[in-house]
């Protein structure tokens, strides 16, 4: 996308502060004014509905983060990592929410995008059940129904996480679904398990236990899958041309994501008045569950990507999608526009 220059406009009534004496202390206040009144509007297209982290750019535009970059931001709801990923190399799209698999699965095919900050320091990936179905390790999976959705990126991992536990992923009888209808499914008795992400145990805690049950929630992680998920994207022409405006999206956006760990309320309040068709109070208990299981809670590491733990997650991509096993995953990061701590 191309720069649009904007028009900076000075605000005339100020003038009347300016004395003979008081002149110079009077246009320093009004630099900056001056400067962030030219503001440029941008796209940051989510992978998926406003929930749970996805949250954290309308908060920021409540708080007026972008605002003091000189930012107006356009959030727009993508349909899946993939699709966020597409609109953001096609210059649909500044920049975007999506997954480091998919850009490590799509850099080599001709999309070309680079993670430019970390969502997710561990993956969302898990099997739930109910404490009635007798599963209490991924070992007791055997011989059970495990409900999943074709498309679900949790297929790729999980038969690696089995036989890394020494378990035969064959003996687990899949039940391919509509993601809408595992959770129906596992409350029902349909099937043992589901394969979900760890922010769905919100809307199912409370059905469980209107049936006097409780939710037992395996993490892929506790099998060993360590791997960075969720990212911030750009395309490579963003980076290479729009560079000023990368390092005020990211400041803007750092600030915002550290805004939802403080405040997830807030910020579930500031997307509901855009969005009325969310539960603020569900989408807080999501970001709660989020900072437990999910995102890097240290300041200082927060976004970052280690190279041990980008390599890991690259050669979680080899053996599930098999890429190539030559490639750098350095490749598919650019940690030049991150923000610096406290800023």
Known sequence: MRDRPATATLDLSRRALIGTAGAATALALMAPRIARSQTEKIVLTIDWLPTGDKQAGFGGIAQGFFAAEGLDVEIRRGSGAADSLTKVATGASHFGYSDIANVMAARPQGAMVKAIFSLHAKPAHAVITLNSSGINSFADLQGKTLGTAPTASSNLF???????????????RIVNTDPAALGPMLL??????????????????????????????????????????????????????????????????????????????????????????????????????????????????????DPAVLRETYGWLIRAQNLNPATDPETFVDRSFMPATGT
């Open 158 to 172: 999980f038969p690696l996480v089995m036989r890394d536990a020494g378990l035969d992923p064959a003996r687990v």
């Open 188 to 305: 029902t008795k349909r099937v043992d398990a589901a394969m979900l992400w760890l922010t769905n145990t919100v809307q199912l805690e409370g059905p469980a236990r209107e049936q006097g049950a409780e939710l037992v929630v395996l993490p892929f992680a506790l099998a060993g899958l360590r791997m960075y998920s969720g990212v911030l994207i750009a395309s490579d022409d963003t980076l290479a041309r729009r560079g000023d405006l990368t390092r005020r999206f990211l400041r803007a956006m750092r600030r915002s994501l550290l805004f939802q760990q403080q405040d997830p309320l807030a910020v579930a309040r500031a997307t509901a008045a855009l969005n009325p068709q969310q539960n603020p109070e569900i989408e807080a208990s999501r970001i709660e569950i989020m900072k437990r299981s999910m995102l890097e809670m240290d300041p200082a590491r927060f976004g970052q990507f």
